[in-house]
Structure formats: C-alpha cells, structure tokens
C-alpha cells in the first residue's frame, strides 16, 4: 500500500512568519510530486509541483525535494491570513499505475 | 465557463433515490477523474478515463456508475446509495492519463437520508 504521509496540524503560524508543511512517501519510484491548497468548502487548487531534488521557488511559496530521503516540503514565506487552508501532499505512484496518492492533508491557520 | 464544472454543488438524496452528477472540462484535456473525498480522509480515486476510455476502477461498489461520452463530459450515475457514501465528489482533469497535475471541480456535497 503506497502511502503519503502528512501532520494533520493545526499548523499555526503568526503573520508574517515562515510556514513549512512537510510529507513523506512510500513509493521509492515516485518521480513527481505536487502540492494543493484547499480553503474550507472548496476544491483542492494545484500550487506547486516538483520533480528534481532541491528547491522550486514561486513567489512566496518554495517546493523542496529529497528524493533519498523520500521527503518533500512546502515551505510559506511571509504567511498571510488568505494562506490559512489545508495543504495537501500528492505523489505520483510510479511505474504504470498512472495515479496520484495524496496525503490526508495539513490545516494551517496564519494568525494577523 | 471556464476550468472544470460540476453539477450539481450540493445534493440530497434518499437511499432509494437514482440521482446523477455532472462534470465538464473546458480545458481541453483528455483524461478525467472521479475522487470522494470524506472527512479525514485522503482523497479517494474512485475512476479514471482517459480519452474517454475507463483506465481505473478502483474498487468502487456498483452503486456507483460513471459515463464517458467524450472527453469533455463525465457523469457518476448514483443508485440505493448508503449514509457512508455522503460525501464531496470532485471530478478533475488533466492532459492525458499519464499527465500527473490535475484540476479539479467545486464538487458536489452529497447527503444520503
């Protein structure tokens, strides 16, 4: 069973601060990966993806992989109140399964 | 209309009850997904078309029935559902099967009574 795994939080963070959401996974073959935001009642949003090791950098957001490690994080910079949502983890499950798994997710709540 | 839409958002149905849900992409891609997405839970793959073949099923109760008819469209057909089954079911697309990043729909909240 490939798994993702998440802190389910509540992740809180003051304004401003930085905020880092981790995830591992099982699946050593697993070549690409994403991150989704997803506000209360709403749908997942695709954010970031990533599918070298080091660092992917957008704005304020910079995706990071470790693929020895089988570790992937997310990482917030100068967290906003409008960033405060669950974060969810989502790894392609290799070979020719063609499927995403995606973690449980992370609540993160930025606080002015 | 623009992304991916989804009809209807919110949905109340007995357990007798035969009900449809409704998806369409405008972003011209070729494979599409159901997931159910329940409270604590990861999100859940219930099937997977790709240029409007069926790829998955991942184990999903007969209950639920999807239809292709192009890439566009896709339905989940729902009969004698069970109160486990209420839910958000989201609908997403991508390029093409093999196309790992998605986008996903609003979702349909469904209560089963």
């Known amino acids: 069973q490939k798994e993702v795994e998440q802190n389910s939080g509540p992740l809180s963070v003051p304004e401003g601060a930085i905020a880092s959401l981790n995830c591992t996974y099982s699946?050593?073959?697993?070549?690409?990966f994403f991150w989704y935001r997803q506000y209360s009642g709403k749908s997942p949003e695709l954010i970031m993806s990533?599918?070298?090791?080091g660092d992917k950098e957008d704005g304020r957001f910079t995706a990071q992989l470790n693929k020895a490690s089988q570790y992937v994080s997310l990482l917030i910079r100068d967290s906003q109140p409008s960033d405060s949502a669950t974060y969810l983890c989502?790894?392609?499950?290799?070979?020719?399964?063609?499927?995403?798994?995606f973690g449980k997710g992370t609540l993160l709540t930025v606080n002015p | 209309e623009t992304g991916v839409t989804q009809t209807p958002r919110h949905l109340v149905m007995g357990m007798t009850n035969k009900k449809s849900l409704k998806c369409e992409q405008h972003?011209?891609?070729?494979?599409m997904y159901w997931y159910k997405q329940s409270a604590k839970k990861p999100l859940e793959l219930m099937f997977v078309?790709?240029?409007?073949?069926?790829?998955e099923n991942n184990s999903v109760p007969s209950r639920f029935s999807p239809e292709c008819p192009n890439s566009s469209h896709l339905f989940l057909h729902l009969h004698t559902l069970q109160p486990e089954d209420s839910a958000l079911y989201l609908c997403?697309?991508?390029?093409?099967?093999?196309?790992?990043?998605?986008?996903f729909g609003p979702g349909t909240r469904l209560t089963v009574t």
């Open positions: 997403a697309s991508s390029q093409d099967r093999s196309t790992y990043e998605q986008y």
């Open positions: 990533i599918y070298s090791n």
């Open positions: 699946d050593r073959v697993s070549q690409s």
């Open positions: 989502a790894v392609e499950s290799g070979g020719s399964n063609y499927k995403l798994t």
């Open positions: 078309y790709n240029f409007k073949e069926q790829t």
């Open positions: 972003l011209g891609h070729n494979a």
